[in-house]
């Protein structure tokens, strides 16, 4: 039984309270970002987007979904290594957020940025590589974002975590698309890349240590 | 050489109520150029924003008002101007220059003139700025990055600067330093280019009229974020060609280096003109988003030289663009 369970939180039995507290909180935080960009654009709370308010939606949208991504990523390990169950829950949420960020990026690009002028939209995705690695990370959230659904889940069965398994190509292609639009200062997409190298190797390591115990243990036991 | 002036129609002519009190103008730049010497350069303030305090000898005016940015295009607004800067030595961010580039202490300022020439050697600025009549020139301004503004210079021609000098024969370019100055300029702390920054003309470039030497803008001393006190503007090439906080000029007999062809020579040359026909290596170069426009406004298209072809095409006829980027 869930430790969680047995204290009663709110008067809320564990169902309710992620119903009524955990989700909503996760949602209002999830827009935060948006309300953010949205002061910024504004002048509201002394908050500015500057005089290029284009970039700024831009860039903001897009690393917000790179954040989203990012956090969607830690939610094993932390599971794994503090034994913490509440953030997987709230994964799917936090992933759903990331895909809309990363459509919000990709809607001001074509509209504002590009002014809806698809011959340069297909220009840039065909001649600019680091747009098409971007584009190739999005079209590939869309799946991940159509299979979200508890009854995908039960109808893919185990397919549905391959298919997820996806979310790492495209937390590579968008960090690989945020360092190469950089002109020269790649300090900040070297970050974004460092996290994701100590992620994915994490995984990997832990993947390892467990074939290795698994081995050592039918070898013990053979003896 | 074939000298070209920007034509000018009556209607491109600025109204200097616009946004230019000319009589304040005036007067400051009087009332502080009674008072210059060597002695008193160091005291003087260069407030960004302030009046200019720039005289020359004997003229009392402050030179014509050229519009030539061809369109009769509105410039951008001094706040759009002062908080946009692509400038290195105080951070990679649009508004790091901004925010960091009023530390930059822009008195005392000497300028190094050395190389092909007969006349050499460390002038202060006051003394170096001084032969000149200041005029003001609203030019477009393309960044590499294919956004673009219409910014109102006061300077004088970089030819006049470069004649006084007299350079000689074997003097076929010009090549520009920025301070070096980490103390004051953080960006130089982070070995991102090679500091000091560095740029250069070809001589027969630098002597065409529209390249302009700036030390105000909108009739003010020119801020810190926007180079102060000395800086390069060349209208027909990508911004990073505009070398800003000038302290040395050489004439050399060798093409010389240039910081952005140094750090990625796939991606920018030594012309860096501006070519809607070949794009950067990452991103198009045929449009431009105009800062400043409302959302939803179009993307413009960008012209050739930056719309300044007449004046400056000759100076290219028979290279191939594309080679010589």
Redesign the interface.
Known sequence: MDVATRQPFLGLNLERRYRLVYKPAVFVASLMPLAWMACGLFGWLGLSA??????FLELENGKTALNFIMLTLMMTPVRQLTGLTHPIRLRRMIGLFAFFYALLHFTVYV?????L?WH?VG??LV????ITVGFTALMLLVPLAVTSTNRMMRRLGRRWNRLHRLVYVIAVLGVWHFY??E???VREPSIYALILAILLGYRCARSAWLRRLLTSKRAHQAR | MMTRIPRIAPSEITPPEKYLNRRAFLAGALAVGASFGRASAASIPARAGAPLDYTHDGADSVGALVHASGQNEAPNTW??IT??NNY?EFG?G??DPAEYAGQLQTRPWNIAIGGEAEVTGSFPLEEFVRPYALEERIYRFRCV?A?SMVIPWVGFPLAQMLQRFKPNSRAKYVAFETLYRPSQMPGQRVP??QWPYREGLRIDEAMNPLAFMVVGLYGRVLPNQNGAPLRLIVPWKYGFKSIKAIVRIVFTEARPQTTWAV??PS?YGFYANVNPNV?HP???Q??E?R??NP?????QATLMFNGYADEVAYLYKGMDLRRYM
């Open positions: 500057g005089v290029d308010p284009v970039k509209v504002l940025d590009l002014d002028d340069m220009a840039d001649k600019r590589p680091y190469w639009q002109k020269l200062d | 706040e759009q908080n946009y290195y990679t649009k508004t990055e956004w991102i280019l750090a990625a991606d794009p990452r991103w198009s045929a449009t988003r800062i400043g959302f939803f406004h179009e993307r």
